[in-house]
């Protein structure tokens, strides 16, 4: 690749993943059943990569793999189970993952929900898929990842995190009484961006490097499946928007870019570095999250 990347906002995945070999690497995409999660595992494992297909049941896991199998009948992936609204199932697919180490995982999985739910565990489940269920996959399985000799975590964010500007902490996650959806959403984002910022900080010097991104607005995705109206907006302006495979290219271009120290705690859209909110640089504000995750995971029995 050469020194400077020569992407843009049309640039798909495979035009980034182009001449390159990851037949050394492993690495885990959540969400990986449809849209840009799709795109993402089917592009790395196209590339030479073992990729582990994480979805949330055995059939979506098993239709992935198959699907990307007919594409690339030469590609090493495997169809996962795990359900990012249970802190049980997250755990369960870090406890049956048998490589020994994990070069990148790619935490794409998300959710927009118009009206107020919980996961099994009883958090508002906006943030418990987007973050919650991500923090103890990423948590769980550092090991692995320390194992590798230049690991990486790529939080696919958005440019909702900017809404609210500040992390709320008095409503993480959202209360029953006070949800708004979207607002819901900004936060589970930028729980995703502070997130990045505070592993690239805790783990640099162990050679992790950890990033967040901007896929592309209303880019094809499974993301809205509980609203018929989210499903019914992304589907009338996709032909204004980035293709899934578009929409990928910059979660491959974090997780395979070879200049790692452009990549490090910083935010990218359209392959290239963005300018985030300024709440992303708030360190007491990252480490606080960082700890009160911790927190949640440990009084529901998950965590270290």
Not at 10 to 33: E, F, K, P, Y
Not at 38 to 67: D, F, H, N
Not at 151 to 167: G, Q
Request: overall charge positive.
């Amino acid at each position: 690749m050469p020194n400077q990347p020569s992407f843009n906002a049309r640039s798909s995945a495979d035009d980034v993943l182009r001449g390159q070999n990851l037949s050394d690497q492993v690495i885990i995409v959540t969400g990986a059943n449809t849209g840009i999660g799709y795109e993402t595992a089917r592009s790395l494992a196209a590339a030479g990569a073992t990729v582990i297909a994480a979805c949330r049941s055995v059939e979506k896991a098993a239709l992935t793999q198959q699907r990307i199998l007919q594409a690339h009948p030469q590609c090493k992936v495997e169809g996962a189970v795990m359900d990012l609204a249970s802190l049980a199932s997250v755990s369960d697919f870090c406890a049956q993952l048998s490589h020994s180490k994990v070069d990148t995982i790619i935490c794409n999985a998300g959710l927009v929900a118009t009206e107020y739910a919980e996961t099994i565990d009883g958090f508002e489940q906006t943030v418990g898929v987007c973050h919650i269920g991500h923090f103890l996959l990423v948590q769980t399985l550092m090991p692995k990842l320390l194992n590798a000799s230049a690991s990486r975590v790529v939080m696919v964010s958005s440019e909702s995190h900017r809404v609210p500007p500040r992390l709320n902490f008095d409503a993480l996650p959202y209360p029953r009484g006070k949800f708004k959806a979207l607002k819901a959403y900004g936060q589970a984002k930028l729980c995703n961006a502070l997130m990045a910022v505070e592993l690239q900080r805790r783990y640099v010097d162990q050679g992790l490097t950890a990033c967040y991104l901007h896929p592309g607005t209303m880019v094809t995705t499974d993301m809205g499946r509980d609203s018929a109206l989210i499903r019914r907006a992304m589907k009338l302006v996709s032909p204004f928007t980035k293709t899934a495979n578009q929409g990928a290219a910059t979660s491959v271009f974090c997780a395979t870019w070879n200049d790692r120290s452009t990549l490090g705690g910083h935010y990218f859209s359209h392959c290239r570095k963005g300018k985030p909110s300024a709440e992303t640089a708030n360190m007491e504000a990252a480490t606080r999250l960082w700890d009160i995750s911790q927190q949640w995971l440990q009084d529901k029995g998950f965590g270290s």
